[in-house]
C-alpha cells in the first residue's frame, strides 16, 4: 500500500490517510482541542518555539476500523485516540504541500523541491479550515432533527470539531471516522469546491 505523506515543517511529516482536518489555531473550540490534547499528552508540537499557525488532526479512517458503523454500540473513534499536530505552516501552506509516494522517495528526500503532488484533496471550509476531501461521507445542512441529533451525539462523544469561528453553523460534515466537523458557510459552497478539486480546477 502507497504511503502518502504531508509536509508539515522542519523536516516532520504526517500521514496524508490520516489526515482528517488541518484548522487555524484561534479559535476557542480548536484552542479547546488543543489544550485537551496537551492534558491527555497526545499533542505533538511541531512548532520549534515559533508561533502555531495550523491544527493538525489525524484519525485512523473507517476502512482501517472493519467494525465501525455510526451506531452508538460499535467503534466510535473520539478526539482522543489520535495525535494531533501543531505547526508553523499556515494550513493554506499545508495544504497546496507535496504530497510524497513512498516508492519515489529520492534519497535527499526531506529538501527535494521538485517533487510531484499525489491525489489527496483538501478542501477549505472557510476562515482557512480545511478537511481531507477524501475522508467526507456527507456534507449536510444542520436544521434537520436527524442532523441535530448527530451534532449532539458527535459533541457527547468527543467527535465533534467546530471550525465556525463563532458563527452561525450552516453546513455539518461527516467524515468517515464519525468525526463532525461544522462549517460556517454552505453546503453547496463546500460541495461546489469538492468538485472543483475533484475536476482538477480547484486551488
Known sequence: MD????KIGFGNLVSAKQVLAI???DS???KRIIN???ENQRLIDETQGR???AVIITQASATDNPGFTFKKTNFQPSLDDNPIFLS???PETIARRFVIDQNTFPQNFYSARDLVCMDIQLINIG?????SANRVVAIVSPESAPIKRIITEAREGNRLIDATYGR?????????SSHVILSAIQPETVANRFVAHKDGHGS
Do not use: E
Open 3 to 6: 504511503l502518502q505523506l504531508i
Open 23 to 25: 484548522l487555524s489555531p
Open 28 to 30: 476557542a473550540p480548536i
Open 36 to 38: 485537551a490534547a496537551r
Open 51 to 53: 508561533r502555531t499557525r
Open 88 to 90: 508553523y505552516i499556515q
Open 127 to 131: 476562515f482557512g479550515n480545511i478537511v
Open 168 to 176: 452561525r453553523t450552516r453546513a455539518v460534515i461527516v467524515m468517515d
